[in-house]
């Protein structure tokens, strides 16, 4: 059985969550499988790193603004994940990476990375799910 959380208390949560995650935090895109947690190093290579301008929160759910599509550093391939962490470079979480159709937490315009061409970011959308 899921274990659920009241609305009260998700929306309590996302607020904490955008207080930890600061103003101008970074969002690293990696091509590999996504670590257990946050507190586990980083695995797979790093595509790029992209600023963001920070989070708003309605609720339950934090939503970035829509960041400059960026060159990405190395060419990749599925899957990706993406790990949020603060301006000082404090691990936040790790988010799931998807096309624009797909259910990740990050929504790419095209999951078809290339050093030549940006990554188009088209949604980052955290939901904590209360009830």
Same mark, same amino acid.
């Given at each position: 059985?899921?274990?659920?959380?009241?609305? %009260?208390?998700?929306?309590? !949560?996302? =607020?904490?969550?955008?207080? *930890?995650? $600061?103003?101008? &935090? *970074?969002?690293?895109?990696?091509? /590999?499988?996504?670590?257990?947690? &946050? !507190? @586990?190093?980083?695995t797979g290579t790093l595509v790029d790193t992209i600023p963001l301008t920070g989070f708003t929160v309605d609720g339950? %759910?934090?939503?970035?603004? +829509?960041?400059?599509?960026?060159? &990405?550093?190395?060419?990749?391939?599925?899957?990706?994940?993406?790990?949020?962490?603060?301006?000082? /470079?404090? +691990?936040?979480?790790?988010?799931?990476?998807?096309? !624009?159709? $797909?259910? $990740? +937490? %990050?929504?790419?315009? @095209? =999951?078809?990375? *290339? @050093?030549? %061409?940006? #990554? +188009?970011?088209?949604?980052? @959308? #955290?939901?904590? /799910?209360?009830?």
């Open positions: 059985m899921t274990a659920t959380i009241a609305l %009260v208390v998700a929306d309590a !949560e996302a =607020t904490a969550i955008n207080t *930890q995650i $600061g103003s101008n &935090p *970074q969002l690293k895109i990696y091509a /590999g499988t996504k670590p257990a947690t &946050p !507190e @586990t190093a980083a339950d %759910v934090l939503t970035s603004n +829509d960041p400059a599509a960026v060159n &990405p550093v190395v060419a990749a391939s599925a899957p990706l994940y993406a790990r949020l962490v603060t301006s000082s /470079g404090t +691990d936040i979480m790790d988010l799931d990476v998807s096309d !624009e159709t $797909g259910n $990740g +937490d %990050v929504k790419l315009a @095209t =999951t078809t990375i *290339q @050093t030549a %061409v940006p #990554i +188009d970011i088209t949604a980052i @959308t #955290i939901n904590l /799910g209360g009830s």
